[in-house]
Every structure is written in structure tokens, then in C-alpha cells.
């Protein structure tokens, strides 16, 4: 039917409605009431924020109430005439919005069909009806759907315009709704409206408001003025909101909150200012605390809109335990929502009028805003021991939700109700504040609140951030870096200890860019996520040690020149990670500052060419997890003896760089030490990312297809478990071996094929040889520097690719080297891949992408120097054989977790090579580990002068 005078979205315009007809008490104007100016204001600056701002509420109906069509929009009628905040408009008149409640009218109420309850179409009605903003000066700000389910309502969705109810209002309503569902009228009269709260407000309210904005202004004129600096440009859109929802920070704060007698809202509150005070290092701190202002008795039952934000200072002078700083918050947030009544326009005045911009003064301190309804400590506190708490943390979940495009303060804390528990809304402008620290800032919160349930926390209410230079036990973090680094981005010197000093090498690269991430890095950084242990971490980081000749002569400040420069000619060394749209980008920098350690050799006596002491500062800086939000994924470190440069200790973050791109980037370095200019950089890590984008998806497309065929029917090589898991369960054994070094070299030259085969052919051997597997599959690492442009890439490129081979009818050593280098060189080919459609594949083939190729032996060949030098390269076969009495075998550092049950690593080592196997024990036993490498060994040196028959067994001709 048609709707006359009624403004109807045209999202739904067309869709099926009814009409509910209201008739109230009479049609009246009014100003907006206070809140409404500051909501009002809000919308003009930022937008309307109206999926954040439309209130969301459903209220169920009994089936056994059997209530039909007409009988609930005669409900829905009832309700708007009884509330004339539910009838009123904000027209402009001579430019400014007033409040116009219509005395009759008519509410389109939109018709779904549900099934079951109807709580799922609730839902997606609810979505839709609050996905479209308001037209304030036209539109009813109540709108309503109807779920049906065979022919009875089971489901009312409301959604309001937070311009005229807040969330108290909103439950006034709803339990007028319910009782008029039920009975059909109400006899009691309605609370104060949104006109009625405007009157008041605009006539004796007007001295309270004055005493507010006295208030404002001293407990302002308290607070050290100093402003957050910007930390970068931030991501679009710069305010990101992660949520937290957790059933232990409730039941730990209702229990905080019955012990200290405060409310549970207080708790949170206190926990939230805590942590952000601790990382800010302030002493004085403001706080935005938001009001329902329902204190006096005639507003208990209003249906307006009457929160307003307080504000009070926390003073944490004396180092306060959290009892002490509970109490102090629980005053002063007492007194600032006393003062949360006042004519905003006033209130502004006020401000202007001493020369304080008061849309800025906000920014630089804290808003926390719980909209739940009962938030007291009354009622019977929860029981709940230390052990049940903990549990109940493992349990949170943590996800982020739609950001913002603005927001008045840098920092912004929200609480709901969630089933079973609470849900903390944590808005975080990423120009001032890393989009990281927003997960840590809400886990922190938790933990203190889970903590003080039990036993007073003292100050600083946890561990507190490091203030030194990075160690192993230290690392830097997006919000609190270290010291150190903090002094060198800000481009001064600071002494760290012993003489040491952090300066800085300022970098200008000439543009900002960012870009999604490239294949490899997208491969990388899943290994990020895997790699928990500190000794697993470090095969994600590539130190390097660059000597410096004493006849260079090199100064500290021609180092830090150099180093400038190179940061400035590769735009993959000043590449941060940023999170936008719940995926990964990579951001470069036009310009900036990296820190540099500068470390004097005390006694050059004992260390003259800086040697050990670059030793020990390759360990400093690479322990310690690169934080790819915060911090550059290059750490720099200069050793001087006698007041100049000896060494120059370089760490790369493996998510930005491979092994390859670090020695290009090492040899940039030698020739910007030496004062040369090198030739063209390569392409940089957005460059790949562009191109791995557009033309190389059909690259990506016939690899996953060769992935595909050659997993079809592979057998693994480490399927079945050979007994429980001993601890520690994943052994790492280590086999340096000159013997292989050179076998592989004669072995490689005499069947004109790479090193890397040979190595390859012979540990299929290994793992096969006394068995009957008619093929082996192995996972390679393949550096994909094949493909045109990427041999001088600076980027991350390396991935894994899958080797098949066919021993089917059992052949020699020679002819398994054969098929080997065809093998490798196929899965070479096809280790370049979208690795996002790749794990798709595999989970559309019913695969668990993250483990179903730890069956498979993962071989990484990662020796930079790959071929033997001619001085023994025609030893025969007793001199090889003699060469490996010399092999040294140890056991490293174990893993606590890992991805393989079987890992080979081939790294370069001092006059050979070095075997390294980490595995699986509960697969691939301890004693197995150093038989297994030098059987490797063994078939190398044997091999090199003749063929070794199946079952390949090293054994003297």
C-alpha cells in the first residue's frame, strides 16, 4: 500500500511492507538536547558512522503466544504513539536541525519470512535495516522488521537512530514492546522524551552545565600538554578496531569489583588506563569516561538520547599497586561523570576562550565507553579460582572488525555484552599507534584483570617494556621500541653501555608506496606463524658480517653514509608490514632513519680486527623477532677499532629478503664503503608484487596444476610412527664434512650436473635405499631466480616445490642422478606459485594444506658458494675415503615445535659443507640422525669415482 508522507530507504523500498499507523499526544518542536548537538556535530566532521552508531536490538516472541500479523504492528504503533522520541525528526530550520515530533503517522514495517525460531532472518534483518544511515531530517528514527513463521511473528527487529534513543533508552522501549505484545496496552505514562530532556536542558539545567565546564577546565589545566607524535601516514582508514571477547575478564572483574566494592565497570576501566599508561610512561593521564547521566530519578526512564562524554585526570604519582590505582580511578572517573551534564557549545566556548583548540585536546588521552546495562557490583559475586580463570583465558578469541575513517581520540575502548561474556572494542588511530600493539593492549588488559581476582598486582601492573638495547629476552615491540632505537629515530646519539652508542643513518628513497604481499613473502610469513621457539625463529633471520681492510681506513660517518644510501637504493630495506582489510600489505617509506649500533673494541689488544666482537653483536641483534609493523627489517651494527670501522654486522629480516638478495645487498654495501656508485637496482619487493599480480598468474596457474600431478600417488617417506614422542621431541644433528664437499664437486663434473643434485640424488638414497618405494617424493627449496628480471631482485622470492622420482626398476647411483636433475629441474620450474591458491587447491582436494607434506623429506640446499675450487677436485678414492676421519658430528639446539618430520639443511661451513637434520623423533628416531648423514656422506665419496648399484650402499669397490 502506499505509504503518504513516509521517507522509505530505496535499499528496500520494494520490498514487502506493512503499514503501523500511531497517533501520539501531539505534534511539538524543540532544540536538540545537548547530546544530540555533540552527535549532531560528530556527523557534520566525520560522516555519519552509521554502522557503528544505528542501535541493533531484536526481541523475541513465544511461539505460544501465536501472535499474528495485525496484532504486532497494532504493538509497533502503540509503542511510537507512547514515545514521541520514536516520531521525531531533525528538519533544518534557518540552517540549524530542531527537534519535530509528528503528532500521527504512519511507520513502514518490513516483512521477512524466517524458519525455526526466525532468529536468523532477525539477524539479516537487523544487518540490512542498519546498514543504511539515517536521513535524520526525514525518516522516522525507528525502523522495523517483522519475521514470520508460519504466519505468526516470531522475531520484532528494531533498529534506532542513536540521534534520538541511546542504549538505556533502547531497553526502555524494548520492554515496553514486549508488554504491549503481551497485553496490548500499557497504563503507566511514558518517561521524559526527547523534547521534554531539551526543555530542561535549555532552561534550568543551564547552571549544572556551567559548573561542568568549571570543572573541565581545572582538572584540564593539570595535564602536562603534550601531544602524540605521529608514528607514520597510518592505513586506510587509519582508526582499526580489534575486539576481544572473553569470559575471563568478566568474571575476573566482578570479582575485583565485589572485593574492592567498586563496580565491574570501574575495573575494566582501571585495567584499561592502566596499560595504556604503563606503554605511555605518563604520570598524569586524561580520561574519557562516557555517561548515561541517569543519575537524577525523572531521567531513570527516559527515551532521549542522554550520554555525554566526562573526563578526569588519574594522577599515578608514588607508583600506585592496582588496588590503589583502582581506587584513584574509581574517584576520579566518579567525579568526571558528576560533570558529564553540560551544553556542549558552552562547554567549547569555555576552552576557546583560554586559546585551547578544543577539537585537538581530546587526541592525547583515553575514551572508554561500556554500553552494557548492568555494569554495578551488586548480586552475587562469581567463584572462580585461579586455574578456572586461566582456562577461561585459553578460550577468548580475539578479530577485527571494521575501522573508521575518524575518530576524535588516538585511543578508544568500547564493552558489550557477549554470550558468556564481554567483548572490549579496542579503536586505535594507526598514525599514532602501531595497528599490532591493539591485540597486545586488550590480552594485556585481560591478564592484569585475571591477576588482581586473586592478589594485588603491583606496579607496573605487569612486566614492563624494555627500555635497553634489544636482547634475547627483550625484543622490541611495535609500541614501546627500545630505547636505543627510539633515540636513533629521533636522530640523536644515545649511550647504550661500554662506550657503545645507537646513532642514526638517514635514508631517502624518494617515493611511499605499498603493495600486497609478494608469493614468497606470503610463503615466509606462514613460516612466521609456525616458528613459535626462539631457535626455530632463527632460521627466519640472515646475519651477515662484512670485514673491513685497517688499510680502508673507514670513519663511523662514511659507514653511516653508506649504509643511507643503500637503505635509500633498495626500497625493500625500508619495507614495514601494515594489516588493511584483515590482509597483509607491505609499505615503503619515502624517507627515514635506520639505527646503527656503533661498538668500540676496548682493548684492541685483544680483539684487533673487531672479529669477536662482531661475533657477539650478530648474536645481540639477530635473536631478538623482527616486529615487521614497527620496526625495518634491517638491523645494523659498526665495530671500530682505534676509532675506525673494522666490521660492519648486518641482520635481515628473511619476510623481505633471501639468502640471494642479502649477498646482492652485501656486495652493494662493499662498493658503497668503497665510495662507488654500483649499477641500476634490481626489482624491488612491490615490484614483484605488481608482477606477480598480473603477468605471472599463468605461471602460478601451471605450477599448482604440476603440484597436482605429481602428488597424485606419492608415497611418503615418513608416514607411519615408530613409538610415542621422547622429549624433546624434534633433535637437530649437525655433520660438517670436507669429504663431501669434494665428492660432490667430482661427482657433479664427472655426470655434468649441479652440486645441488648430487646432494639431492643421494639423500632420495637415504631415505629409500632399504626399502622397496617404487617413487620418492622430496620438498626443495628453489631460490626461483630463473625467471627474467629476478636475478638482481631484492625481494624474498625463495619457495618450495615438489621432486617425484621414479625407482621403480631400481637403477644405479648414476642413472638416479640422472633422474634426479631431470626431477629437480621440473620442480624448480614449478615452485613459483600464488601460495594462497595453492593451499586452496590442496584443501579442495581434501588435504590439510599446513601439514600434509610433513611426510615428505624438505631439503633447503642453502650454501651460497655452491661449486668446489680446483685444489682437490682430482683426489681419488682413497683420498676421499681418508678425508673422512675429519667429519665432525654434533647435536644442536632442539626445537620445541616444527612443521617436518624430516629436514635437511645444506649450509656452506670453513673448508667444506654442513649437513644439518632436525627431525621428528616420534617419526624419524634419534640414533637414525648421524647414521643417516654420513650414509650420505659415505655415497657421495664412493660415488664420485664409480657407479654404487641399488640399494646404493656405500661400500668399497
Known sequence: MPFTDVVIPVEWASEPLAPAEFSGAGAT????????????????????????????????????????????????????????????????????????????????????????????????????????????????????????????VRQVVLVFSHTTVDAHAAEVVMRDLRLLLLRGRLPTPPGPQSTDVARFQHGPDRRRSERAAAYWLREYRRLPQEPWEATGPGLDPPARRGVLVSAAIDTAARMVAARHRVSASAVLLAAYHAVAARHSGRTLVGLYPMAHNRFRTEYANAVANLGQVGFCVVDLTGRPDFTELLSRVWIASLNGLRHAYYHSASLRATFEEQGIDFDSMFGPHYYFNDVRLSVGGGGTPPVATPADLRAAVATSTFSWTEGLEQTAWHMLAHVVDEPGGVGITLTADTRHIAMDAVQTHLREMEELVVAAAHSDVPWPWSPPATGTLPTADAPPTADAPSAAAAAAEAGVVAVVADGEEVVSAPFDGGRAASAPLTWGQRAMWRSLDEFDSPAGYRALRLPRQLPVPARVELTVARALTAIGALVSRHESLRTRFRRRDDELHQEAAAAGRLPVLVHPVLRPEDDPDGRRAATGLTARLGTPRFDHVAEWPLRAALVTVDGRVRQVVVVFSHATVDFHASDLVLRDLRALLAGVTPAAAGLQSLGLAGRERDVEQRRSQRAIAYWVRQFAGLAPSLSEAVGPAPEPRFRRGSLVSTAAHHAVGLLAARNRTSTANAILAATAAGLTGDGGQQTCGIVVMANNRFQPGHAEAIGTLNQIGLCRLDLSDRPGFTELLSRTGRAALDAYRHAYYDPAVWERTFTDLGHDHRTFLAPYCYLNDARLLREVGPAQSDADGAGLRAMLADSRFRWLTELDQFPWRCRLQVLDAPEGIELIVTADTRYFPAQRVEPFLRGIESLLVEAAHRDVPWPWTPTAG
Open 29 to 152: 518542536t524543540a532544540p536538540l538536547t545537548w547530546a544530540q548537538q555533540v552527535l549532531w556535530r560528530s556527523i557534520s566532521r566525520f560522516g555519519s558512522n552509521h554502522r557503528f552508531l544505528n542501535l541493533r536490538r531484536t526481541v523475541g516472541v513465544s511461539a505460544r503466544a501465536a501472535t499474528d500479523m495485525p496484532t504486532a504492528l497494532r504493538a509497533v504503533g502503540a509503542l511510537v504513539s507512547r514515545h514521541a522520541a520514536l516520531r521525531t525528526r531533525l528538519p533544518l530550520v534557518d540552517g540549524e536541525p530542531r527537534q519535530e515530533v509528528a503528532g500521527t503517522g504512519v511507520l513502514p514495517v518490513l516483512l521477512c519470512a524466517g524458519v525455526g525460531d526466525g532468529a536468523e532472518a532477525a539477524r539479516a534483518a537487523a544487518e540490512r535495516l542498519a546498514d543504511v544511515a539515517f536521513d535524520h531530517a526525514a525518516e522516522w528514527p525507528l525502523r522495523v522488521a517483522l519475521v514470520t513463521v508460519d504466519d505468526r
